[in-house]
């Protein structure tokens, strides 16, 4: 099974970073407000990053160096993507 590791642009133009097995159900949890705390309480917009993983310990490890990015880094990281 596949997993995946996104980031959610928010309002306030700040990022979530997660990893999931179901980016589209995660994706629905987090816009009703029942995932993660922070995009409670900042609404997320929409999906910016994702990546594919073959195991959970990959996305996790590559979940964890995105967190340590900072808000430039993650900006440049979803416009290579995006190219």
């Known amino acids: 099974m596949p997993y995946y590791v996104y980031m959610i642009l928010c309002e306030g ?26 995009t409670r309480m900042h609404k997320p917009k929409k999906i ?4 594919e993983f073959a195991s959970r310990a990959e996305a996790m490890k590559r979940e964890k160096r995105i967190k340590r ?4 880094q ?3 990281l979803t416009n290579a993507k995006l190219q």
């Open 48 to 51: 910016v990053y994702v990546e």
């Open 69 to 72: 990015l900072n808000h430039s």
């Open 13 to 38: 133009n700040n990022f979530y970073t997660g990893y999931t097995s179901d980016l589209d159900l995660r994706m629905q949890l987090h816009m009703k407000g029942k995932a993660a705390r922070y």
């Open 74 to 76: 993650k900006m440049a």
